[in-house]
């Protein structure tokens, strides 16, 4: 039987810029729900939601937290996300879990970047919204100027369901907009009246019947209102904005009642799912339909080790029951279910749709996997974004060496927007995470719960090395030392190999005079051509040629860059039938290449990056000309929502390795970028010398 009857609960995700105070919000409706005995304090360290350790050290959210009271006869699940745009994954994630995002806004800073991009966040993934103008008792608020501002950036539909009784310090309470009070102060911040209005014209747009009564001039129920308010925030054609004072508690009882009676419950979200068949369809939260539940974010407890939390779609989770996941059809065990509350939790038996719990303990689930009847279901992916900034780390000391490697296994479970790669060129471990703050956190967390300390630098730049032109010769390689010697002589033709041909094509025997056999590399764009006649080089060892070969072309030859695009041919040679071995000809071969890679035009090639960029329309001038400074070149740029463009740009990577500081400077925080790899091109004779010169140095300080 279900926990909750599903009309009475309520899934919230309280999103927005950092510093808003949505965990004071938060900890303020727990303490009015009765929930906890005091309202927690982020200042002070006592807030039920920021209770990791980097949370109470920066005052600041890092991770969601997910808490529950009940109002008004109503389940409510908050989901708190951290504000700062470099922590944007933990909101992603509990966007999905949820069908009503509240977006808090400062009334003293008014609308800062992380609101306008969750606000985004919650449209495109078609969860109701709602405003929160929290702060409204801070000193010099204009509240008709911040609501005409609200209304700029979120649209029209944006419309107060209170407005603030006093000012400042004089803050006293907040009057609906929806039902008139007989009488209005004199230091009311609004005409309620004049709200009224447009709060109904939103109300009935969304349903015909409705607007039909209204204009007739039929009265409407409080209840037929109450809902019409649901079916507008639903639509979209109603954002109701409410004023609160989290730290006072003015506001906080009104947006409570707001949550309860306004907001979504799981059966007016309509979700759709894929079938194994690929075939795609809606989802009813039928607790007795397939179960149909997903992982939207992963916690390593100190305590319970490994924690999902669960967002129960359809059908109904149960402790000792096997479900499948969709990626692979594994079976897993769910052994403990539990009830969160913060940093507490509460063993429960079952969820049904609506509900969100956590699983323990269950190593083979992951942020994003959908849990299923049979694996033949499955939700969308959880959009998080790319991480941008890299920075390469190594252990401090050989005791770190061992464990660094789980520490930051379990970082990569915990955080979707960061990842971890080994470079296969430069052969370092790179973390990738959102920006130089969340970097820094992530050391923070390695050394505190792991015990691990790391050193970081700048990555390597992955250049490459190939040649402009061609050129043949020879190498003997000569070895006697008492023993039996070494002995093997390789002649070999190295020339540019283009991207844009087709192989089929190009490799023929006209090109390829006496050609064998040729083996392709796609990825290196790379070809090694057997053109020898006569058994000049024994068969057996020509594998031992193309292997010296290949390893020469990784350590590189100018810079100790991975070579590319090259053509390869062997057409000669000599071996010696005592002294000649696999050994001689690997090693003939490395250094053959070397030589004739010198004298074919070598050149450096560097990564281009794509990169889109998102700023002010008034900082435009501004990010273009910083590009140019770059090398970067603007390919092109789209208008976005809020008065922001969207640059389209290519430059090289070296050139942005840091630019999330330099565009977050020059923009004020407000802008973002994406950037992948496009593809390669070739260095600038300048630049080419000072890679070279540094790769030389480094080289005979190595030696």
């Known amino acids: 039987m279900p926990r909750h009857n599903i009309t009475d609960l309520r899934n919230v995700a309280l999103v927005g810029h950092g510093g808003v105070g949505k965990?004071?919000?938060?900890?303020?409706?727990?303490?009015?729900?009765?929930?906890?005995?005091?309202?927690?304090?982020?200042?002070?360290?006592?807030s039920l939601l920021d209770f990791d350790e980097e949370e109470k050290e920066h005052k600041s959210s890092i991770s969601s937290a997910l808490c529950?009271?009940?109002?008004?006869?109503?389940?409510?699940?908050?989901?708190?996300?951290?504000?700062?745009?470099?922590?944007?994954?933990?909101?992603?994630?509990?966007?999905?879990?949820?069908?009503?995002?509240?977006?808090?806004?400062?009334?003293?800073?008014?609308?800062?970047?992380?609101?306008r991009r969750t606000f985004n966040l919650a449209g495109a993934a078609g969860v109701g919204r709602m405003i929160v103008l929290n702060k409204c008792g801070a000193d010099n608020v204009n509240f008709e100027e911040v609501l005409r501002h609200c209304q700029e950036t979120f649209g029209q539909a944006c419309v107060p369901l209170n407005v603030p009784v006093g000012a400042g310090a004089n803050l006293s309470s907040v009057i609906s907009t929806l039902a008139l009070p007989e009488t209005i102060p004199d230091d009311v911040q609004a005409d309620p009246r004049a709200i009224?209005?447009?709060?109904?014209?939103?109300?009935v747009e969304a349903d015909e019947e409705l607007m039909t009564r209204y204009l007739e001039g039929e009265k409407l129920t409080d209840e037929e209102v109450a809902s019409g308010v649901t079916e507008a925030i639903k639509s979209g054609t109603l954002i109701p904005l409410l004023c609160t004072s989290a730290k006072t508690g003015v506001g906080v009882p009104e947006l409570m009642d707001a949550l309860a009676t306004y907001t979504l419950c799981p059966d007016q979200r309509r979700r759709i799912v894929r079938t194994s068949e690929g075939e795609e369809r809606e989802l009813p939260p039928d607790a007795d339909g397939p179960l149909v539940a997903q992982v939207f974010k992963t916690r390593i407890d100190p305590f319970v080790a490994k924690m999902s939390y669960v967002r129960v779609f359809s059908g109904t989770l149960t402790k000792d029951s096997s479900v499948h996941t969709s990626k692979d059809g594994r079976a897993i065990k769910i052994s403990q279910l539990l009830e969160v509350e913060g940093g507490q939790t509460e063993a429960v038996d079952s969820a049904t749709p609506g509900d969100i719990v956590a699983i323990a303990k269950a190593e083979d689930?992951?942020?994003?996997?959908?849990?299923?009847?049979?694996?033949?279901?499955?939700?969308?992916?959880?959009?998080?974004?790319?991480?941008?900034?890299?920075?390469?780390?190594?252990?401090?000391?050989?005791?770190?060496?061992?464990?660094?490697?789980?520490a930051l296994q379990k970082v990569v479970e915990e955080d979707p927007t960061f990842r971890l790669s080994r470079d296969p060129q430069t052969k370092e471990l790179v973390m990738h995470g959102m920006s130089e703050l969340h970097l820094?956190?992530?050391?923070?967390?390695?050394?505190?719960?792991?015990?691990?300390?790391?050193?970081?630098?700048?990555?390597?730049?992955?250049?490459?090395?190939?040649?402009?032109?061609?050129a043949e010769g020879s190498y003997r390689h000569k070895k006697q030392s008492g023993g039996s010697g070494q002995f093997a002589e390789v002649h070999m033709k190295i020339s540019h190999l283009p991207r844009d041909v087709d192989h089929s094509e190009f490799f023929t025997k006209d090109r390829f005079p006496s050609m064998r056999e040729y083996h392709y590399d796609p990825e290196l764009n790379y070809a090694f051509v057997d053109r020898i006649s006569g058994g000049s080089i024994p068969n057996n060892f020509i594998p031992a040629v193309e292997k010296g070969?290949?390893?020469?072309?990784?350590?590189?030859?100018?810079?100790?860059?991975?070579?590319?695009d090259v053509v390869c041919?062997?057409?000669?040679?000599k071996d010696h039938p005592v002294d000649s071995n696999e050994t001689?000809?690997?090693?003939?071969?490395?250094?053959?290449?070397?030589?004739?890679?010198?004298?074919?035009?070598?050149n450096l090639l560097e990564p281009i990056v794509h990169l889109e960029i998102t700023v002010p329309d008034d900082k435009l001038g501004d990010v273009t000309s910083d590009l140019n400074t770059r090398r970067g070149r603007m390919e092109g740029m789209d208008g976005a929502p809020g008065g922001f463009q969207i640059i389209h740009a290519r430059a090289p990577l070296s050139e942005v390795m840091t630019y999330g500081r330099s565009l977050s400077s020059m923009t004020g925080g407000q802008g973002s970028f994406t950037m992948e790899l496009s593809h390669y091109e070739m260095v600038p004779p300048q630049e080419q010398k000072k890679i070279v010169d540094a790769a030389t140095k480094h080289a005979d300080e190595d030696e």
């Open 23 to 46: 965990t004071t919000l938060a900890d303020r409706m727990l303490f009015e729900a009765g929930v906890a005995s005091r309202a927690g304090s982020v200042d002070d360290g006592t």
């Open 68 to 115: 529950h009271f009940t109002h008004r006869d109503h389940f409510v699940n908050l989901i708190d996300t951290p504000g700062h745009p470099e922590f944007i994954g933990a909101a992603v994630g509990a966007i999905r879990a949820v069908e009503t995002a509240v977006i808090v806004v400062s009334a003293a800073a008014g609308i800062e970047v992380n609101s």
């Open 196 to 203: 009224n209005q447009q709060l109904m014209d939103a109300v």
């Open 365 to 406: 689930l992951h942020t994003g996997t959908t849990l299923t009847t049979d694996g033949k279901l499955s939700l969308p992916p959880i959009p998080f974004p790319k991480p941008m900034i890299a920075l390469a780390v190594e252990p401090k000391s050989r005791a770190d060496q061992q464990k660094i490697s789980s």
């Open 440 to 470: 820094g956190i992530i050391q923070e967390r390695l050394h505190r719960r792991d015990k691990v300390e790391v050193i970081t630098h700048p990555p390597k730049i992955p250049y490459r090395e190939t040649v402009s032109g061609e």
């Open 549 to 564: 070969i290949r390893e020469r072309m990784e350590r590189g030859v100018i810079a100790n860059c991975q070579v590319q």
């Open 569 to 573: 041919e062997l057409f000669f040679g």
């Open 584 to 602: 001689a000809f690997k090693m003939a071969g490395s250094l053959c290449f070397r030589n004739i890679f010198l004298e074919a035009r070598p």
